[in-house]
């Protein structure tokens, strides 16, 4: 870790709407086929519909609602509006069509609760029942396969979108193994979410084009290839390959502490030069995350 330069610089995150679903199933295998499906096509919400992932944490079965393994995911937005709708699609479509899953709110410090599975409820045509366990109002829809458990009201909060830091490697096999390992280390804190693939993002971008009318284009000054050819080029000679990691937190404090796990874990592979991170000087968010 000695050896890896650490740049002296912030990532700069922000607040989005953020829901936080636990689904239980039969089994773990069938909870994580939903959890995928229901977090599919959701890694950036420059071109997403939403940006969600899966919490590497898994929830035991002595710890959920309905006595069944499970596990966390998180659904992101920036308006009420379109959050709420992204919510009722995805557990709507994804979930409530899997295997033997139920739905129920996971949030923490929340002060408002939405009214999901109300409306969810409404699939039962009329047959559905409300019902109780424990202390959560539910209803129990019924399906070809039994029976869906969803809770009435989600909870819903402000959450940290957009933590973020690079990793500058000699080639993209150990930035790679360095960028997977940082991953599993921002897993293991509960949560948090990277919503990229394999929580992964190697095609970071900027805001806005230079030539383009898009909301966003390659970040071209982290670009391996362009460095010879550019002249705000911020590849260090020697390095061959960039990748992101990029994490969202139910708060700042748990954004933190993923991140400092995800660098600690990056920092130990062998040819990681580099450890820097995104900003725009405070234009893109409030959040301030040093590196150091």
């Known amino acids: 870790m000695g050896s890896v330069e650490i740049e002296d610089t912030f990532a700069e995150a922000f607040p989005m709407i953020v829901g936080r679903i636990l689904i239980t199933a039969e089994n773990e295998y069938w909870a994580n086929v939903a959890a995928t499906s229901a977090t599919g096509f959701a890694s950036s919400i420059i071109m997403s519909p939403a940006e ?34 992204q919510m009722l699609v995805r557990i709507s479509q994804c979930i409530l069509t899997c295997p033997t899953t139920a739905a129920f709110d996971s949030m923490y410090g ?16 009329g047959f559905q029942k409300k019902g109780q366990i424990g202390d959560r109002v539910v209803w129990r829809i019924p399906v070809m396969e039994g029976e869906f458990t969803i809770e009435d009201r989600f909870g819903v909060r402000r959450g ?10 000699d080639n993209y096999k ?11 280390a921002i897993r293991s804190v509960e949560g948090v979410v ?6 992964i ?3 970071g971008s900027k805001v806005g084009s230079n030539k383009y009318k898009l909301p966003a284009s390659t970040n071209h000054p982290f670009c391996p290839t362009l460095r010879k050819t550019i002249t705000d080029s911020k590849v260090p000679e020697g390095v061959g390959s960039v990748y992101e990691v990029i994490l969202n937190g139910i708060d700042l404090p748990s954004v933190k502490k993923a991140m400092a796990e995800g660098v600690k874990a990056a920092t130990s592979v062998d040819g990681v030069l580099r450890i820097t991170a995104v900003n ?4 893109l968010g409030p959040y301030k995350i040093p590196l150091r």
């Open 160 to 169: 940290v979108a957009g933590g973020n830091f690079i990793i500058m490697a």
């Open 52 to 85: 969600a992932g899966i919490e590497g944490v898994p929830v035991s079965a002595d710890k959920a609602p309905d006595g069944r393994p499970g596990v966390n995911i998180q659904i992101y937005h920036r308006t009420g509006r379109e959050f709420k709708t």
């Open 174 to 184: 150990n930035g790679l193994t360095a960028a997977v390992n940082a991953v599993k």
């Open 280 to 283: 725009f000087g405070g234009r």
């Open 201 to 203: 993002c190697r095609s």
């Open 194 to 199: 990277a919503p990229f693939p394999g929580g």
């Open 110 to 125: 929340a002060k408002k609760r939405l009214k999901i599975g109300r409306a969810i409820r409404l699939f039962g045509d």
